[in-house]
């Protein structure tokens, strides 16, 4: 079955870095795009960033253009998103997800990992 | 960027009832819209995609309508399990991607 497991979060200072990643199975990951979603506590779900299947593409929120950058391994069915100059208003938990259909909701999600930003 | 905007923020209904769940997007999305429920410590779960097909595994009672900007969720015999937060997610024009703000669905 489908399974996307994130992983990296954690506590970091503001204007640190931290990287998270989102290891596929059960399914071509190379064949689909891939997004990050965040969630801060108490919120709605936000839309982070996009990587199109072959990495040749990428989509960034206004929030965290030029700070975050998405990133793939379809050799080794993983996706990454790191995260410079860390603000306390990025703090949340970041979940990847996908789709198998072509458009561009979320059928599958991670658990979801949180990143707290605090000194 | 597209706003979308969920009616009401919470909903109090009793068991067995129909829930009734609004939401409205400020420019036309030609359908493509989501229904997510989500549960404390758990990722979003999709019900409906393209504002009225159920996803796989989502039972009869939801169901989802609407078109252009105005869209209804509704679960026709709430069950104990369907108390949670209900986002609407825009899919239309992008980037970004934009959700409501969410309607709580609590007992009465």
């Known amino acids: 079955q489908v399974q996307l497991v994130e992983s990296g979060g954690g506590e970091v200072q503001p204007g640190r870095s931290l990287r998270l990643s989102c290891v596929a199975s059960g399914f071509t990951f190379s064949s689909f795009a891939m997004h990050w979603v965040r969630q801060a506590p108490g919120n709605r779900p936000e839309w982070v960033a996009a990587i199109w299947d072959d990495g040749t593409n990428e989509n960034y929120a206004d929030s965290v253009k030029g700070r975050f950058t998405i990133y793939r391994d379809n050799s080794q069915n993983s996706l990454y998103l790191q995260m410079n100059s860390l603000r306390a208003d990025d703090t949340a938990v970041y979940y990847c997800?996908?789709?198998?259909?072509?458009?561009?909701?979320?059928?599958?999600w991670g658990q979801g990992t949180l990143v707290t930003v605090s000194s | 960027e597209i706003v979308m905007t969920q009616s009401p923020a919470t909903l109090s209904v009793s068991p067995g009832e129909r829930a009734t769940l609004s939401c409205r997007a400020s420019q036309s999305l030609s359908g493509n819209l989501a229904w997510y429920q989500q549960k404390p410590g758990q990722a979003p779960r999709l019900l409906i995609h393209a504002a009225s097909a159920r996803a796989t595994g989502i039972p009869a009672r939801f169901s989802g309508s609407g078109f252009e900007t105005e869209f209804t969720l509704t679960i026709s015999s709430l069950q104990s399990e369907d108390f949670a937060v209900y986002y609407c997610l825009q899919y239309n024009d992008w980037p970004p991607l934009t959700f409501g703000g969410g309607t709580k669905v609590e007992i009465k």
């Open positions: 997800a996908t789709t198998f259909t072509g458009f561009y909701y979320f059928e599958y």
